[in-house]
């Protein structure tokens, strides 16, 4: 049995390995996504695919289930297609690599890494039509293939899919970029079978794997009750008109098994917001916010999934049917964790977050330089992270614990494009006892003619708070002409024209704030308020603190009998305060009107909830409308 010096050793090494393969391909990827903004995954796996460090979950397995050929040393492997992966990876701009790693001739484990690819074909600059039905209107999908063959680059399938991209050198040095990762991770795997021994180094995965199973099964018994929760949010339209789209989750633990059920999702969309939700990605994303929220030192791997089983019911929106259209999913991969916090917050609400901004937002800019150059832009902005047990949620953050920014000397030296104003937006965040964080606040000026393309979401739904914090605010984009013509745009639009000139005022969603308001410290507030993130009038209004516009000073004796009042006024608040439920549009109103005629002539029940604007279960309290869920 191995011992804990050595096991504790080759951990530590395998976790420097996994963001070795990080550093490798930030520095050596061309596009902007993955240098600058790290859309990048990595893992390293045992032989039979279980990831025993990393960030997805491992797909390998699934892989292995589906590849009818031989494998063999030196070989790597490409894949794009989510339904060739089983949802391993969830759209086709995602370039998935996939490499056996052998030591003195026997397989040893598998390295792998995907990353965003900016464009991959098909009718729109950056293959991410917001209008599209099928996943043949989003671009190039790649099935399983050698990239590589014993060590031999196979040239004719690189031609292929770099002759479907609109930026063929980004793609090819993205592509190598993450193929040099793999190798990275070839490399320290075999150098700690020669020091410790192939049996020693498979002994010690192994022990890494059971380790965290035991960890997590002592989470799940102290965090996950027996009694059911369920939970449901929504995604707010599919880009082509129709919405809300529902996310419902039930959660129970059996002994120490948790079960996760999303019946009572809404079936899948006729636009791209589909979420292809692979199992065992689940599983993972499950483990990373338990572990994340009660016990950070448990190392991630895919040792606890015995525990997990997930039900996702077939022609959903987390698991349409083929040909769906899939490349808008970030709506519904970010809600998800709304959706699984709003759930384990009913059985223990104190150690719960609220809701965040709820999605990746993306601008997309290409057009032709002023050399008659092509370009495409694509950035990914973020929003208001939730207020926390622990504190305030973050301003402007990422929901996603390693991306980073595009710093705006990179975005205006490579590309026609001026940021004129970037911060976090004020009283975006709503107000807590934590504040919800605030979303971010960007003002774009572009300098060449050309096309832009606009992805976000709570638009029509705000982020909910938990235990009387309010929401927060939606998001907002406007364009500006430069003749002074105000255009409002949508969350999810392609094609934009955009002319030398024109301004775009892009704003993203706040998070949802963290238990009441009326008690957060005034000195908190005034902080807020000197810091430009919360105006006098927010104070007064959420938070009941009065503050003098002149020194910014607190008037205590008008706070107090303000807060009085406001909670007489109020009464207890409710475990979960969201914003107006969005109304029914398109194909999902025509569910809702078949529902109501079959329940009117009784031959079926159903639930009617989105039949109407209001929910049935909407209460006003104060200035916001509170639902509980069911």
């Known amino acids: 049995m191995i011992d804990k010096i050595t096991l504790d050793i080759i951990e530590n090494a395998l976790r420097n390995a996994r963001e070795e393969m990080d550093a490798v391909l930030f520095r050596s990827a061309m596009s902007p996504v993955i240098r600058e903004q790290h859309d990048g995954f990595p893992m390293i796996c045992t032989p039979d695919g279980k990831m025993v460090v990393g960030q997805f979950g491992s797909y390998i397995r699934g892989f292995l289930e589906n590849w009818k050929r031989e494998i063999n040393e030196g070989d790597v492997f490409l894949t794009s297609d989510p339904y060739s992966c089983g949802g391993a990876i969830s759209h086709i701009n995602d370039w998935m690599v996939l490499m056996p790693i052998y030591y003195n001739g026997e397989l040893v484990g598998w390295g792998s890494q995907f990353g965003h690819t900016v464009d991959i074909g098909g009718p729109v600059a950056g293959s991410l039509p917001t209008d599209a039905d099928t996943i043949f209107g989003e671009g190039t999908r790649i099935p399983p293939v050698k990239l590589f063959d014993q060590g031999k680059l196979n040239e004719d399938v690189l031609n292929l899919i770099l002759a479907n991209s609109r930026v063929?050198?980004?793609?090819?040095?993205?592509?190598?970029?993450?193929?040099a990762a793999c190798r990275t991770a070839e490399k320290r795997v075999k150098e700690m079978c020669e020091r410790f021994g192939k049996e020693t180094y498979l002994e010690a995965c192994e022990a890494l794997l059971q380790r965290t199973y035991d960890a997590m099964s002592k989470l799940i018994v102290q965090n996950i009750p027996e009694e059911p929760l369920e939970f449901e949010d929504y995604v707010d339209d599919d880009g082509r008109g129709n919405g809300p789209f529902k996310m419902k989750l039930k959660i129970y633990r059996r002994g120490n098994e948790a079960y996760f059920d999303w019946t009572g999702?809404?079936?899948?969309?006729?636009g791209p917001i589909n979420f292809y939700l692979?199992?065992?990605?689940f599983k993972m994303f499950i483990g990373v916010y338990l572990i994340m929220v009660f016990d950070p030192q448990i190392l991630f791997n895919d040792g606890f999934y015995p525990l997990l089983h997930v039900t996702i019911p077939e022609k959903s929106l987390l698991q349409p049917k083929f040909p769906a259209a899939l490349g808008c999913r970030t709506h519904a991969l970010a809600r998800l964790f709304d959706v699984l916090g709003g759930a384990l917050g009913k059985g223990a609400p104190e150690l719960a977050t609220a809701a965040g901004y709820g999605t990746s937002p993306y601008l997309l800019y290409n057009g032709y330089d002023e050399n008659g150059e092509f370009f495409h832009l694509m950035e990914i902005t973020y929003g208001g992270i939730p207020g926390r047990p622990i504190g305030d949620g973050m301003d402007a953050h990422s929901w996603w614990p390693l991306f980073q920014n595009i710093p705006t000397e990179y975005l205006e030296s490579y590309y026609p494009i001026t940021v004129l104003e970037y911060g976090s937006l004020p009283d975006s965040?709503?107000?807590g006892y934590h504040r919800g964080g605030n979303g971010v606040h960007k003002v774009y000026r572009?300098?060449?003619?050309?096309e832009?393309?606009?992805?976000?979401?709570?638009?029509?739904?705000?982020?909910?708070?938990?235990?009387g914090g309010l929401p927060g605010e939606n998001s907002r984009k406007k364009l500006i002409r430069k003749d002074g013509t105000e255009i409002n745009l949508p969350s999810k639009i392609s094609r934009v024209p955009v002319k030398k000139g024109d301004i775009l005022i892009y704003q993203t969603a706040g998070g949802g704030g963290w238990k009441d308001p009326l008690d957060r410290p005034v000195e908190w507030v005034q902080k807020d308020v000197r810091n430009k993130l919360v105006s006098i009038e927010k104070a007064r209004s959420d938070y009941g603190v009065v503050i003098n516009?002149?020194?910014?000073?607190?008037?205590?004796?008008?706070?107090?009998?303000?807060?009085?009042?406001?909670?007489?006024?109020?009464g207890e608040p409710p475990l979960f305060t969201?914003?107006?439920?969005?109304?029914?549009i398109g194909i999902v109103a025509e569910w809702y009107r078949i529902k109501e005629t079959a329940n009117s002539t009784g031959k079926i029940e159903t639930d009617k909830s989105l039949a109407t604007a209001e929910h049935p279960q909407t209460q006003q309290t104060g200035a916001s409308s509170t639902l509980l869920p069911v």
């Not at 692979?278 to 990605?281: A, G, P, Q, R």
């Open 168 to 179: 063929p050198t980004m793609n090819y040095f993205d592509l190598m970029a993450i193929v």
């Open 265 to 270: 999702t809404d079936p899948q969309a006729p």
């Open 278 to 281: 692979n199992e065992e990605m």
């Open 429 to 431: 965040g709503g107000a």
């Open 446 to 450: 572009f300098e060449v003619d050309g």
């Open 452 to 467: 832009i393309a606009i992805h976000d979401d709570r638009e029509r739904s705000k982020p909910w708070g938990i235990m």
């Open 549 to 570: 516009p002149e020194d910014l000073s607190v008037d205590l004796n008008a706070t107090e009998a303000l807060r009085k009042q406001m909670r007489e006024k109020r």
């Open 578 to 584: 969201f914003g107006e439920i969005p109304k029914p």
